[in-house]
């Protein structure tokens, strides 16, 4: 099938037009191979892991490798996959093993090339900075944290390694001893995305080799266009222009090197140690003489922005790719053009433009991150200037040229020619650069493709499930494509029940002219369940029968164990089953042991056995499937608490438990052996995120995901949803290896954009500027709907029902939403919808009953209506808030230095009593200048009490800290972190314990409650072995102390802020816990320092919090806002957040002074009240000589009054003074006056 093209198939071939016969016999060629009818796809092998790249062997057998660092080997001829090789690789995010490649002359030298990023590193970057042995666990912050300089990123520093190894042909393995280092490129990690990492090989022994940006589509900011973050602080890795836009950094580029054959043992890696860099590179010009210190000569192609996957033409010596795009679904004219993808070939070295710009080199702005305002803008025609501070390059990047294939979300956002590539399959934008065929390098290969194929370039779409060939007028760089080919669509592959495209991450042809194909399938960051090898062959008239194989059991606890073996399934395109022949070898030996299209065997001894069945046709032709059994372990089964499809919204914490049932280890899994990932789904595929293991809860074991409020930086109207793979392996039994379980989730944001359904049928989606994200849904009619699923109408992070929709729609009639269950065969309705006109309206129904379960919702209209969006929520008033009792709640005067410094801490304290504060908890700056006793006259004389306070805990001083905090009434005794020596070392963590323990029997020796020591993130992030686990700093705190001595004050958001699950952690060890420090802030676990909010707008779930320190019997909470900038909003908003009281209103703002003064010999204490309200007010003057209250005192005015003291001298005092407005209001000062003799 040709798609729109502007010749026809025939004519499209250049020498078509000699005599009638030779065109119609040329033409009948032609016909053949556009019949689909020709072609087979066979699956090799179902054992991929995680597939990303493979290399077919000279013999047809195919190595492909998985992102754990697993090195495969399918045997084509037999269907067996075997490991081979497991690299020790750093996994995070899509780091780990990527591309492999055979040497061009492989038969003679046996070399294969991995590109891989090591866990252990060495050795120092060309920059001059010595590689970190490790890379730290988790993400890297999103700035840099208070109190480091730009020193702090070299941690993060890693590197992707190009490596060399020397193939065993007799064992059929990798020599791992071999490895010989080529090539380093420096990564930035604990951050997502980009590595690209594929190869291919000119005819003077040349390898190109891919490299990704190294930058995340989400970086702060970028809102789905070019990711510059410049901002001062932030992660170097939010700006591109470090590396795809740096002449002189090797990311985001194409790479050109000649590897030096003979390398020894150590060699340091680099230019003309490990590698060559061959002549006519971009770089190797004039203009560039002077300049070698600001390029890397091995650049080929820079400006690209993950390259995922190149080819090379021998013949034409043409490099093909194709390049990933940002997200934003449209231009915006303060930013640059919408998220294209690109596909490009070039016979010259060239730039890209990336991130300068991108799709037909439409230039993007240079966007000041740091305001968020608009810049000048790129010039990629003349040549981009590079601006940004971690610039290491020239100034100015080489001019840009455009691609040949660009393509948006839809047609007409792209050339007529191209629309094609938007609407084969539809849904996302993923290229990948495929093979150029030449029949010539497969004279004898019988399956070989046909002719009709030559100088075609093949591109697979990975989200769109589909293969195309392009046309070109010349393979060169001046080449344009005149046609766009749907190769072997899936609707071909469906009827003929042939495995569909399915997410396709490598192809290329192999020894024998077929096409060998590398599937990711659907799913993410593990071996999905369609993911496969494949081979495409032409030319057979006989197809090959598909095997399927089903197996009752799959794994045993013991032997012997009776396994019945059911081929039913398969299929053959021209012979029925009772004309195949069905062989099973239930040993691997090589021989078959049992005939039959149903089969029943027993294995009498224990361990895991792959059962092979061929099923054979009459003419020989034979397909493979194999089924592992295990005796002597049974798979483990994983219970996720969550529903799969709940709704959530980005920003959320999403708390998740897990039960594991295994027949042989019980139900009590253990926790730290249940791992998790979880990312950001978009469109057909995946960015992880978050990876971690489970902790012990009450509930069992659990952990708590928090999701990013980052993620809709992919770009406004980008389909985004939550994915989360949770993967538990069991104990081996004796000999009988592990089993690992696998439970998958999505979790769907409440707010679904019309157009972001999962499957539909009769409707359209159009663009309008007044639409949410720009697009709707129309042409819905009657009849027609959309669908979403998998939903679940559960608010992940509370558990509670979604019980509320609203539908934005325009027109006149009616939308209805449907439940349909989990297999169930019809659905039943939910809720109706009215809409009354032209318009966008939001229609909100509550649903009188909600459905349990997964499921899908249906949505379908009786016609006229267009949808805008369905947002999914919980209504209000569902949920009470956890109330804490005002005798409880305390708040650390940390948080009020602003206000202290304005107003004075007595006017501060006044106003605490007002509010309705019971507690404070002072830190040691307020104490200055006060004694003990002093101080706890002050508090007293405003009802309030010092519970707790963060104060010198010097050992050698503690005596002298004691009586003070003693005479302030103090129940606990601790500071804001711990005593010395500090947590910077294992040893020193032991100490820090033993150092609590004997405060803590001091303390409560001298009658207080416990010593305690408070948190920040740090305690969470540093980790060390303790007696074989690996446990935080904090934990091994808390294991170390007395809690008859030791109790610990945990600080939630910092500990929110380092990945804690903190009401987990306070199931865990809420008997340790006494005191809570409660803050609320925005960008945890992002990096840097949070940003603290008021209680209840930011990220830390407090509710759940304050439930499970409630359940604990946490004795006080202490509100926090390090430093607000606005003390008593912050103190009024979260005492009422806290207790569920209304705070108490401030009294009439009036001052007052005293002053004692002779008149005649007699001494008088004369007292002013200056009214500073904006209302009249009723003031009291009281001394101990009179009072005297003056009524409605105007703003502005004083009441005086002078007080005799009937003596000729007064000692030191003070006066009061009282004021009331009319609605009640009062405030009360004191005025200080000196003492005076006048005598």
């Known amino acids: 099938m040709l798609v729109p093209l502007a010749m026809s198939g025939a004519s499209a071939h250049p020498g078509h037009g000699g005599d009638e016969s030779e065109t119609a016999a040329e033409a009948a060629q032609d016909d053949a191979a556009l019949d689909w009818n020709n072609y087979e796809k066979v699956l090799l092998s179902k054992d991929t892991g995680e597939p990303i790249d493979l290399a077919v062997l000279p013999d047809s057998r195919v190595l492909h490798t998985a992102r754990d660092g697993v090195v495969r080997l399918t045997d084509t001829a037999t269907g067996r996959t075997t490991q081979i090789a497991k690299l020790d690789v750093y996994a995070n995010s899509e780091d780990g093993l990527q591309g492999i490649s055979l040497d061009p002359d492989f038969e003679e030298n046996g070399f294969v090339y991995l590109v891989y990023a090591p866990r ?24 840099l944290p208070a109190g480091e300089d730009e020193s702090y990123w070299d941690r993060w520093l890693g590197y992707n390694q190009l490596s060399r190894f020397t193939w065993d042909a007799e064992s059929s393995t990798l020599d791992l001893d071999s490895e010989r280092a080529i090539l380093k490129v420096d990564a930035q990690r604990g951050q997502c995305c980009h590595v690209g990492a594929d190869m291919a090989w000119d005819a003077e022994g040349n390898l190109f080799l891919s490299t990704g940006d190294n930058t995340p589509a989400g970086a702060p900011g970028a809102d789905g266009y070019a990711p510059n973050n410049n901002a001062p602080g932030m992660n170097p890795g939010f700006d591109d222009r470090r590396s795809a836009g740096n002449t002189n950094d090797l990311r985001g580029a194409i790479l050109r090197i000649n590897p030096i054959e003979d390398i020894a043992p150590g060699t340091e890696v680099g230019p003309g140690t490990t590698y060559t860099i061959p002549e006519g590179n971009l770089f190797d010009d004039p203009q560039y003489e002077g300049s070698e210190d600001l390029v890397r000569e091995e650049i080929y192609v820079m400006g690209v922005r993950n390259p995922f996957r190149i080819d ?77 501070t971690w610039n290491t390059g020239l100034d100015v990047v080489p001019p840009a040229t455009a691609p040949q294939v660009y393509y948006g979300d839809r047609p007409g956002d792209q050339p007529e020619l191209l629309d094609p590539l938007v609407e084969l399959g539809g849904g996302g934008q993923a290229p990948m650069g495929g093979p150029i065929f030449r029949s010539a390098d497969y004279p004898d290969a019988p399956g070989k493709f046909p002719a009709y194929w030559d100088g075609k370039p093949f591109m697979a779409e990975f989200s769109q499930d589909y293969v195309v060939a392009f046309t070109l007028d010349e393979l060169s760089s001046a080449g344009e494509v005149t046609a766009v080919e749907d190769f072997l669509p899936n609707a071909h592959l469906e009827t003929v029940n042939q495995p569909i495209w399915d997410n396709v991450m490598d192809m290329e042809f192999g020894p024998d002219g077929s096409m060998y194909v590398l599937e990711y399938g659907d799913g993410f960051f593990r071996q999905n369940p369609d993911a496969g090898l494949y081979r495409i062959t032409y030319g057979s008239e006989n197809k090959t029968p598909r095997a399927a194989i089903s197996a009752t059991p799959v794994s045993g606890s013991d032997a012997p164990l009776e396994v019945t073996f059911d081929a039913s399934a398969t299929t053959d395109a021209e012979t029925p089953n009772e004309g195949l022949t069905f062989d099973w070898d239930f040993d691997a030996d090589g021989e078959y042991d049992a005939q039959g299209e149903t089969v029943t065997h027993t294995f009498t001894e224990r361990g895991r056995f792959a059962v092979q069945l061929r099923v054979t046709d009459p003419e020989g032709n034979f397909g493979l499937a194999i089924q592992q059994v295990t005796v002597g372990n049974t798979a483990p089964e994983i219970t996720l608490s969550q529903p799969d499809g709940a709704v959530f919204d980005w920003g959320d914490a999403v708390p998740y438990t897990v039960s594991v049932q295994d027949a042989e280890d019980g139900d009590e899994p253990v926790c730290t052996n249940i791992q998790y990932t979880f990312g950001l789904g978009h469109n057909e595929h995946a960015h992880p995120e978050v990876s971690g293991r489970a902790a012990v809860t009450d509930d069992g074991c659990g952990f708590t995901i928090q999701t990013s409020p980052d993620a809709v930086e992919h770009g406004e109207g980008e389909k985004i949803f939550g994915t989360l793979v949770v993967t538990y392996t069991d104990k081996a039994q004796g000999d009988v290896p592990a089993i690992t379980g696998e439970a998958t989730h999505i979790l769907k944001p409440q707010a679904q954009q019309a157009e972001w359904y999962d ?47 609203t539908v934005r729609g325009s027109g006149e009639g009616t939308v209805t939403l449907s439940w349909q269950g989990a297999g169930a065969e019809s659905s039943e309705p939910l809720a109706d919808f009215a809409f009354t006109g032209e318009g966008w309206q939001d229609v909100t129904q509550t649903l009188s009953s909600v459905p349990e379960g997964t499921g899908s919702v249906v949505v379908t209209t009786t016609g006229g209506v267009d949808v805008d969006a369905v947002t999914f929520a919980v209504g209000e008033g569902s949920t009470e808030p956890v109330v804490v009792p005002a005798e409880q709640v305390s708040i650390q005067m940390f948080s009020l230095i602003p206000w202290v410094n304005e107003a004075g801490l007595p006017a501060v304290l006044e106003r605490l009593s007002e509010i309705g504060f019971k507690n404070i908890e002072p830190f040691g700056g307020n104490f200055s200048g006060y004694t003990a006793e002093e101080f706890r006259a002050l508090a007293d004389s405003y009802g309030l009490s010092v519970k707790s306070s963060h104060y010198n805990v010097d050992e050698a001083t503690f005596d002298a800290t004691l009586d003070y905090v003693g005479t302030l009434g103090q129940e606990y005794v601790g500071s804001g972190g711990w005593p010395a020596p500090g947590i910077g070392t294992y040893e020193n963590t032991l100490a820090t314990a033993e150092a609590m323990n004997r405060l803590g029997e001091r303390a409560v020796d001298a009658g207080f409650t416990k010593f305690f020591g408070h948190n920040h993130d740090g305690e969470f992030r540093t980790t060390y072995e303790h007696e074989g686990e690996t446990l935080s700093a ?58 603290f909010t008021n209680l209840g707008e930011g990220e830390v779930p407090l509710q759940e919090i304050l439930t499970a320190a409630q359940e604990a019997g946490v004795a006080y909470y202490v509100l926090e806002w390090d430093q607000a900038p606005d003390g008593e909003d912050f103190a009024a908003h979260g005492f009422e957040y806290l207790t569920g009281v209304p705070a108490g209103e401030a009294g009439p703002d009036v001052t007052a002074t005293a002053q004692a003064r002779c008149l005649a010999g007699k001494t008088y204490v004369a007292v002013r009240a200056l009214n500073e309200d904006d209302v009249p007010l009723t003031v009291t003057l009281e001394t101990p000589y009179g009072t005297k209250t003056v009524e409605n005192v105007a703003p502005g005015a004083n009441a005086y009054q002078s007080f005799a003291v009937r003596s000729g001298e007064v000692e030191a005092g003070s006066a009061t003074v009282t004021a009331t407005d009319a609605e009640g209001r009062t405030a009360t000062v004191t005025a200080e006056h000196d003492a005076l003799s006048c005598g």
Not at 120 to 143: D, R
Not at 780 to 803: I, M
């Open 120 to 143: 252990v590193m060495e050795g120092t970057s060309p920059t001059g900075v010595e590689y970190p042995e490790t890379t730290p666990q988790g993400s890297a912050p999103n700035s």
């Open 1034 to 1091: 904090w934990e091994i705190l808390v294991r170390e102390t007395n809690p008859e001595y030791v109790t610990f004050q945990l600080d939630v958001a910092w500990a929110a802020h380092a990945g804690v699950d903190v009401p987990a952690l306070i199931e865990q060890y809420g008997d340790r816990i006494e005191l809570l420090h409660v803050k609320d802030a925005t960008g945890l676990n992002a990096g840097g320092r949070p940003s």
């Open 312 to 388: 090379y033409d021998l013949e034409s010596g043409a490099l093909v790719w194709g390049d990933y795009g940002p997200d934003a679904a449209n231009a915006n004219p303060d930013r640059g053009p919408m998220g294209y993808v690109e596909w490009q070939l070039t016979t010259e070295p060239m730039n890209g433009g990336w991130p300068y710009c991108h799709g037909p080199n439409a230039n993007y702005n240079e966007w000041d991150f740091a305001t968020g305002t608009p810049g000048e803008w790129f010039d990629c025609e003349a040549g981009a200037k590079n601006n940004s």
């Open 759 to 805: 499957a539909a049928e009769g409707v359209e989606v159009v663009e309008d500027p007044a639409a949410n994200a720009g697009r709707y849904v129309t042409s819905f009619d009657e009849g027609d709907s959309f669908t979403y699923r998998p939903l679940a109408l559960v608010h992940a992070p509370t558990g509670e029902a979604v019980d509320e929709v």
